[in-house]
C-alpha cells in the first residue's frame, strides 16, 4: 500500500521556504529594501494599541506608515534612501535623539537585531517596539543574548503568508506566486523582564 503524502509543494516552494539564496533568481536588493504589505500594519492594530506618536524608521515608501496614519496615529516617517516617502538621509542607527513614543518597521533584516537594540535605547520606559521580522529571527547564537536579556513581550506569528515585496514590486511578487517566508511581529516593551508569549494571528 502506497501511503499518502501530507505535503505537496515544488521546487520553488522548498527553496523559498529556506531563503536559500544560492537558489534565488535574483540578488538581494542593495540596501535590502523588502516593503511590506500594508495588510501586516492592519493586523497589527488589531492586536496592540500604541501611544500617539509612532517613528517608521525605515519607511520605505510608506506602506506602513499610511495605515498608522489613516487610524489616527502621528508618524514621523524616515529612511536612510530617498523612496519619495518620509524624510531620507536619516541613518537610524547613528540617531542621538529620544523619541517620545513607539518605534514601528520592518527592518533591513542584516541589521534587525541592530535596529531592535537602537530602538529600546531612544524610547522611554514603557515603550513599545514593534518590528515586523522573518521567524528565523528567533533563531542564532548572535541574537540569543537579546533575547535573554531583553526579551519580546510578545511575537505574534503570521498564520498565512504576508508579503514582503523587493522595492515595494508587489505586483511581480505575486505574479511569482507570493512569498513563501514565514513572517511575524516582535514587539518589545522596554524594561519588561518576563517570559516572552507566542501567539499567533491571520
Known amino acids: 500500500m502506497t501511503k ?3 505535503w505537496t509543494g515544488n521546487y520553488n516552494s522548498i527553496f523559498k521556504t529556506l531563503g536559500a539564496t544560492s537558489h534565488s533568481n535574483e540578488t ?23 501611544s500617539d506618536n509612532i517613528w517608521e524608521c525605515a519607511c520605505g515608501a510608506g506602506h506602513l506608515s499610511e495605515v498608522f496614519l489613516k487610524n489616527g496615529y502621528t508618524v514621523t516617517s524616515t529612511d536612510l ?3 519619495g516617502y518620509g524624510e531620507p538621509g536619516i541613518d537610524f542607527l547613528k540617531t542621538k535623539e529620544r523619541f517620545n513614543g513607539d518605534i ?30 522573518k521567524l528565523t529571527f528567533m533563531e542564532s547564537n548572535s541574537r540569543r543574548k537579546l533575547f535573554t536579556e531583553r526579551p519580546p513581550k510578545y511575537v505574534y506569528v503570521s498564520s498565512s503568508r504576508l508579503t514582503c515585496a523587493k522595492n515595494g514590486d508587489f505586483d511581480t511578487m505575486q505574479k511569482a506566486g507570493g512569498s513563501a517566508v514565514a513572517y511575524g511581529w516582535f514587539i518589545w516593551e522596554k524594561g519588561f523582564t518576563g517570559d516572552s508569549t507566542l501567539r499567533w494571528f491571520n
Not at 542593495?30 to 493586523?43: G, I, L
Request: charged share 30%; hydrophobic share 35%; glycine share 2%.
Open 4 to 6: 499518502a503524502k501530507d
Open 28 to 50: 538581494r536588493e542593495e540596501n535590502d529594501y523588502y516593503a511590506t504589505t500594508p495588510e501586516a500594519a492592519e493586523h497589527l492594530l488589531q492586536l496592540e494599541t500604541f
Open 81 to 83: 534612501v530617498d523612496r
Open 104 to 133: 514601528v518597521t520592518n527592518p533591513p533584516y542584516k541589521y534587525a537585531k541592530e535596529f531592535v537594540e537602537k530602538a529600546l535605547e531612544v524610547i522611554p520606559d514603557g515603550n513599545k517596539v514593534a518590528m515586523f521580522l
